[in-house]
């Protein structure tokens, strides 16, 4: 059975046992307020032993008594948690291969045993619009948890969760519920108070107004490496755009080690480097597959019929499928590989403690440096382009500017904070550069797949007429990501 996913939206209340859920049916939309149903549930709560998941405000769960027994995995969300629901399976004290993928990220090669159980008797009732439809449901909770074998611990909840109906409701509902004798719970979650104290707490740290060069070094990071933390779990799920947006995090922080080298101990620094962009090949083949995927769909629609010979559309596809799949199948044994759990490891000790040679320095005269240099090495990329013996050199040393200008795009997103329109106008001409000669060097691959394709086609007796002409129109693509360039060129700076 497939996995499901839903977002959960809910607001949490604490009452005593003497409250009595009031009436309602006149919250805005509501027709009607089924019957209640009641529910014995149960919950068994896995984590680390040191409650890495709790730490990281994710859960996971296995309940049973309710129309939604199953395995359960709750992730933070920009609104309120993504649930992702498995079936519930013969395993009860081992968390199911398939689900502890979707923590992999918090748990690494750590065990997951059971933390906390939850029993809890469930009075739900149901708000209805005039169709019938379910808006909302008004969930009474009587709770014993258990920790650890401690004396069990039972309060009193009310938790008002969105179906179908909108944020409104959860608004309208509060001050009915809070005269009810109702008030804000006292914990995010069940577990969350079960715990109580027992969970870690996660340093926070925040850009100071007046930053050192280390300072937005350090901020820059923390934000690449929580956004790989936030696409592990969604490359494993084959999420759209999940492995471009992973891989595009690597490549921040790997390019903020190079440009900060003059506060970062460059041989810390270089070590995970290389980590890094190993991590960035094992997932760049997928990507890359996915890419062309995309351009050949389009690029062949866009053929007169009468030119198009043969099955090129799904020639083409096909070989591109069986590459994506193989380097899916890579990328997801590099995020089961214990290489990648200890990558994950120095990260987060990068973030937790920079190695730093100088924390010192303030920013506001060294950073503006800093660009400069990344301007400088972009430049000589530049020159070796125009000065290259072969159109195969110019197409290598156009590859290196692009890069380099992905470098300089980057040290100047982390300089925003600090130079505010001045670094982010270096970004978008930056980008540009990095767009331009993106689509050059696309074609470069394009070109070199179609004469493979082609040469195999041929070989097969078949028709290479179309791959012929798709080889033409990406010479020509090239060309013209070229020619815009150069145009271009002359015109990024920074003073």
Not at 366 to 378: A, I
Request: charged share 30%; hydrophobic share 40%.
């Amino acid at each position: 059975m497939t996995p499901t996913e839903q977002l959960e939206i809910e607001t949490k209340y604490d009452v005593d046992e003497h409250a009595i859920v009031p009436a309602l049916h006149e919250l805005p939309g509501v027709d009607r307020v089924e019957q209640p149903v009641e529910l014995a549930l149960e919950a068994v709560y896995f984590d680390t032993a040191d409650l890495r998941l709790a730490a990281n405000k994710v859960t996971l769960r296995r309940r049973t008594g309710g129309e939604d027994d199953g395995w359960h995995i709750k992730l933070p969300a920009a609104r309120g948690r993504l649930e992702i629901q498995h079936p519930l399976g013969r395993a009860v004290r081992n968390v199911p291969i398939q689900v502890l993928r979707a923590v992999r990220v918090h748990v690494r090669d750590h065990d997951l045993v059971p933390v906390v159980t939850l029993a809890t008797r469930r009075i739900v009732h149901r708000l209805l619009d005039a169709e019938g439809e379910v808006l909302a449901e008004v969930s009474d909770d009587h709770v014993t948890a258990t920790v650890d074998g401690e004396q069990p611990a039972t309060w009193r909840e009310w938790e008002i969760e969105l179906v179908n109906g909108g944020s409104e409701l959860l608004e309208a509902a509060e001050p009915v519920l809070r005269e009810a004798g109702a008030t804000p719970a006292s914990g995010p979650s069940k577990l969350a108070r079960a715990l109580g104290d027992r969970v870690p707490r996660r340093e926070t740290w925040e850009l100071p107004s007046k930053p050192t060069t280390a300072d937005l070094f350090r901020a820059y990071a923390t934000e690449q490496v929580q956004a790989i933390h936030l696409r592990d779990p969604e490359v494993r799920r084959d999420l759209p755009d999940a492995l471009h947006k992973m891989r595009v995090a690597t490549r921040r922080l790997r390019s903020a080690l190079a440009t900060y080298r003059p506060v970062v101990d460059r041989e810390v620094g270089d070590q995970i480097r290389d980590e890094l962009k190993w991590f960035a090949g094992e997932l760049g083949g997928a990507r890359d597959a996915e890419v062309l995927r995309e351009h050949f769909l389009v690029a062949v629609s866009e053929q007169p019929s009468e030119l198009v010979m043969g099955r090129v559309a799904g020639y083409i596809d096909d070989h591109l499928r069986a590459v994506y799949k193989e380097a899916r199948t890579q990328a997801l044994e590099a995020l089961e590989s214990e290489r990648y759990f200890r990558l994950l490891d120095t990260l987060d000790g990068l973030v937790a403690a920079p190695p730093l040679l100088d924390a010192e320095t303030k920013a506001k005269k060294q950073v503006p440096e800093l660009l400069k240099h990344d301007l400088k090495r972009m430049r000589r990329c530049v020159k070796r382009a125009e000065n290259a013996a072969t159109l195969a050199e110019q197409d290598h040393e156009l590859h290196e500017t692009r890069k380099a200008a992905k470098r300089l795009r980057y040290a100047a997103e982390s300089a925003v904070p600090l130079l505010g329109e001045r670094a982010a106008e270096l970004v978008e001409r930056a980008k540009h550069v990095q767009e331009i000669l993106g689509d050059h060097q696309d074609s470069v691959v394009a070109r070199d797949l179609l004469r493979r394709l082609a040469v195999q086609q041929h070989l097969d007796g078949g028709n290479p007429f179309t791959l012929g002409r798709l080889h033409a129109a990406e010479q020509y693509r090239g060309d013209r990501s070229r020619e815009e360039f150069l145009k271009l060129w002359p015109t990024i700076d920074f003073s």
